[in-house]
C-alpha cells in the first residue's frame, strides 16, 4: 500500500515537472530579454514564429501564427499523456487527461482576466461560431421575435439565427451599416431606430470580418439593456488584438475565437456570459451537466461537449501566458503602429483605395484596400510572387491585409513598394 503511495508520489512529482500537474497550471518560458523597450525586443520576438524569415505572414483574421511556446506546450502534452495513459485512473487526484467534462477552473480564471470577467461567466468551446451557436439556439424566442444584426456579419456569426429563422420563424433583420459606415453614431442609430416592440436579441461584431470595421458595440448594448433585449458581441476578431472589457461594454454574452489575434491552438473557443443572464441561456449541447444551474459553476453548463482534446486547453493557456508576458498595451500599441503605417502609405499611392473605414475609432489592425485595375487575386499572388507576402483576398478589388505584432515596419514598407510598383505597371 505504503509502495503504492510512494509510487504514486513519485509520479506527480514527475508529472509536475513535466508541467502537467495541475494541468491548467501548465505555463510557457516568458520571453526573456532583450528588454521590452530596446528595439531588438520584436525581433526576439518574430523569432519564436515558425515562419521563415524570408516569408511574411499578414493574414491573423483568419488564422494566426502561434509562437513555438504554444506549439510545444501542445506537443509535449500531448506525448506525456501517451507516455504515462496507463497511470490514468480516474480518481480525483490524478490529473485529467481528457476536456470535456471537468470544469477547468484555473484556466478559465486567466481567461475571464482578459476580458474583464468572472471564472464562472466564461465557457470553453471550439470557436466563435460555436458560442454564437449556444446563444442563438439557447434563448426562448417565439416565432416573429426579431434579432437585430449587421449587413456584414461573418457567416459563423448569421448562420445559426438563420437556421433558427427557418425552423422557427424568428425573424432576422440585416442593417446597413455602410461599407464603411462614417461614423459611430451613424451605426449606433442605426441600430437604435431599428429597435420596435418584438427586438429581443441583437448580435453585433466587435471587429467586422471583411473590412475590420470596429462597432460601437458599448453604446449598441447601451440601447439594448433598458428595452431588455438580449446583447451578443461576437469578438471573433477582436481577442488578442483589441482591449476587451466585457462590463464596460455592457453586453450579455461575448463569443470569440483564440486561434486568430490570441494566436492559440485551433480548436478553442471562449463564450462569456454575464452572470445575471445565464438563467435564460439553455444548454443546447448537451452532458452530465446540462441541467447545473449552480451559481458558482456558472457556464460550466454550456461546455458539455463529451471528451475533448485536453492538450488544446494547454496551449491556450501557454498562448494566454506569451501574450500576457508581451503585454496587451504593448501588443495593441504595435498593432495600431503598423497597421497606421500602411494606411498612410497607401494614402500616398495615387490608384490605391482603402474599402475599411477611415474613423479613427473603426479602425484596428484589419485593412482591406486594393489597386484600381489590379483583382483581389492578382493583387494577393503579386504580393506573394514577388516577396512571400500572404494577404488574403477578399474580393474582386481588395485584399485584406491584417497587421500583428509579428509583423515588421519593413514588412509593410514592402507591401507599399509592391503597391507602388502595381500602379505603374496596371
Ligand atoms: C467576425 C467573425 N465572426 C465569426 C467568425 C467565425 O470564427 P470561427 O470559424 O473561428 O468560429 C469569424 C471568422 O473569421 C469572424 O471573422
Redesign the pocket.
Known sequence: MLARMIQRRDFFRLMTAAGLFPLMRTTTNAPPAPAKDDPQNWRWVRAQFEIPADETYFNT??LGARPRQVTQAVANHLREIEQTIAHFDYKPDHPEYIAGYGKQDELRMKLAALFNAKAREIALTQ????GTNFIANGLDLRPGDEVLMTDQE?V??KGPWELREKREGIVLRKLTIGTPPSDPETVVRVFTDAITARTRAIDV?H???KLGIVMPVAQICATARPRNIFTLV?G??AIGHVHIDVKSIGCDAYTT?P??WLLAPVGN?LLYVAEDQLRDVWATLASANWNNYNPADGAFRLMQFGTANLSLLVGLGAAVDFYNAIGAQRVEQRIVELSNRLRNGLKTIDRAHIDSPTHPAMTCGIATWGIEGVSGTRLMDELWSRRKIRVRSVDEKSVRQSSHYYNTPEEIDATLEIARALTRNA
Do not use: C, L, Y
Request: charged share 10%; no cysteine; glycine share 16%.
Open positions: 483574421g483568419t470557436n466563435a461560431t460555436m461573418h459563423g456569426n461584431p471587429i467586422t470580418s461576437d471573433a476578431q475565437s486561434h486568430k473557443g
